[in-house]
Structures are given as structure tokens and as C-alpha cells.
């Protein structure tokens, strides 16, 4: 990919002699010796520079790598920064130069020896993956941007969101929904369908999740005042999370998934694929919609809006409830040092496993298996970028490029694919560790 953004130089160099007489805008031109001397620095990705070519489209994709190669790398270092973190509160001995990889599995050994030390029976996880989703607003915004800059008559407003999404839908759709409709009962209430969320028990009930009470039966894990804090395999009398959806006997605080409008006392959103705009977050791939009533320039800006919101996208903290029962036998200082020790782990992991699905959302468009987003980010832009770079030297794309910028048109493209490249290296070891340790965090089995 690098040669061939590197090869794009030539292609525009004809453009180039013309550029060195001319000017940075359209409507002016002045005499100048060369691009930057007329029209300044042409900037770097690295530096989040905007504005590199002077076209709305080519920028918009700039601007995408930029985005995506940052939040790559913040991924990596906030999950080494946290793995150096719980190193040194396990007291795990590794050599200053060793692979991420390394690190993890050292960890890794440490974590199970000391659950082998101190509790009885193993860890109970109870895991909820994190909710992943292209930022609708930013698409919105760019295009508004696009076609401003086009000279396009843009009238709407970037705030008020409502996109095409060739996904699934998450809030309201103002027209057919072909997933589930959900009930807002943040305030709590009763469910005729299936709660999401916790449902208070009014009398012993069968729970589907982890019971906070009493239960009748066997408890997997319970609290220091010995109720339970875990799946019950009778009857349970308090509260239930319910981690997937059940029949609520008593008040549901949360979401409730019904089958009609009128089955909702509050608020319906449609939790599925949206036949018109929705409004809310878009699980797959968001087409902002016009920001002009005519403007030539919409599809163009259609294109890299989407790609700026692919690059941003964004997921929310999983839920990662990790219960055990401490060992009777152990030492005291040894328990309460292991549940500081758990604590962190907790705090920590919630937050590596949260980065680990946005990188492979990222990547390859899967959060914990499932395709959030198709294409992925990286494999949009990369296939954008190639497009870009095998246009000819007369194609239309050069004619919107104002003169004295087509010399800044190269360097950006080389910087954009290497980045990519870049990237692309570079995620299969780093996705692999993070892995690791997510599938141990989120299971319970360290060290397996």
C-alpha cells in the first residue's frame, strides 16, 4: 500500500507545475514558488492536522486515519499501562524487557496461584459484554461540514441525529422495526414482557442471573453477611439481575422488552433493524442524510462522514461482576491483601476488556463474536485509501483540489496507507494478548 500511495506523486505531478503559480483558494491567486510557500505547512496525520488537501472529501478520510490510528494506540498503551499496574500488585516478577504477551502470561500464572491460595471453589464471573457503536453525531457533523465547504446551502442541524443505519438500530425509529421493542422503565415498574435489567422480587422466584438475598437452594457465591451474590438453583427472595432478559414477577428497573407500543407506559425504542432514520446509536454502518436540500457534493460527503464515524466509534463499559468465597484455612493478612488484590483486578479488567472490544471492533468488526460493524473501520478506510490512490492524474477528485494543495495530496497519502499498514502489523500480536487476558477475566479460568 505504501508504494502505491508513494506512486500517486507521479500521477499528480503534472498538476504540480501548475500549482507552483497559484493559489490556495479557488477564488484567489496569487504568484507563489510552491505549495507550502504560498499556503503554509501542509500538515501531518500524526499531529491530527485538518484541512491537508483543501477538499472537504479527501480530508474527511484524512481525518478518519488520523482518528482511528489514535485510538489504536491509546487502546495499547491504556491496557500495558494496566497490565505494568497489576503486575505490581501481584508481586509478579518479569523482566523489564519482556513482550506484552509475556507479561500476560506471567500475570496470568500469578492470578491463578493466588485464587489456588485463597479461595474456595474458584471465581464466579458474571459477564455482559460492552455495547459497541459508530458515533451517529460525528457523522451528522461532517457531513453538515462537507457540504458547507462545498458551498452546498446546509440547513440541518449536526445535534439533531438521525442516520440511515444499515445495522441495528438502538433508540427510536420512525418507521418499521424488525427487532425487539423496548419499554423505558428506568424509574422502574411492571414488565409485561421480558426485563432487562433488576427485577425486585415480591416473593420467592426462580432467577435467571445473579439473586442478592436469600435462595432456597444452592448459592454460587455470597457476600461477607453470608446472603447470596450469585446464581441461585432455587427459589430466590431480593433482587435479580437479569443478565439476558426473564419474566419479572415483581418491579422492573431497566428495560422491558414488549411486544407493541401500547404494551410501554413511557418511552419505545426499537432495538433492531430500522426500515427509515433512527435516532440513537447505530450498530453497523451510519449514512448521515443530507445537510443540503441540493447539493451535488451530498454522496462525496455521504462517504467520508461515514468512515469519520466508523473511526470514532466507541463502546461502553461491560458488566463484570467477579464473586468467590474465600478459603476458611487461609491466612487472615493473606485474604484481605487477595480481596485489595481482586478489587483492583476488577477495576482494571472492566476497563482492558472494554478497550480489548473496541479494538476488535475496530479490526474486524466483531465485539465477543458478534459483527457490530460491517465493513470494520480499518478495512473501510484501507479500502477508501486504494481507491484514492489509483485515480488518474485528470480524475475529478484532482479538479476539486485547490492548485496550491495538490503538492500536499502525496505525502498525505503515504503517511494515511503507512499508518494503516502500520497498524495492521501490528495488531495481531497486541490483539492476541489482549485476548487472553480478556477471555480469563471475563471466564474466571486464569492460567488455562
Known sequence: ???KAIGLLTLVAPALVGALATSCDKTDNPLTSASEAACGPCGELKYGDVGISGNAKLDGFFQAVSTLNSSVGQINADFETNIDSLIDTFGVQVDANATIDAKVTALDAQIKADIAANVSGGLTVDYQPPECHADVNVAVTAEANCEAKANCNVMATPGQVSVQCQGTCEGSCDAQCSGDLKCDLSAGGTC????????ELDAKAQCTGTCHGTCDGTCSAQDAMGNCNGSCSGNCQGSCEVSAGATCSGKCTGSCVVKAQADCMGSVTCSGQCSGNCSGSCTGTATPPAASANCDATADCQAQAS???????SCSPPSLKVDFTLNASADADAQAAFVAHMTELKARGAA???GFAKYTALFDGKVNGKVVINPSPVAQLETSINGFVNISADADILKDIPPGRIGCVAPAFTEAAGDISDMITSASANISAQGKFATAITSGNFGS
Open 1 to 3: 500500500m505504501r508504494m
Open 352 to 354: 482492558m476488556v472494554q
Open 307 to 313: 468512515a469519520q464515524a466508523s473511526a470514532n466509534f
Open 192 to 199: 409485561t414482557g421480558s426485563c432487562e435489567g433488576t427485577c
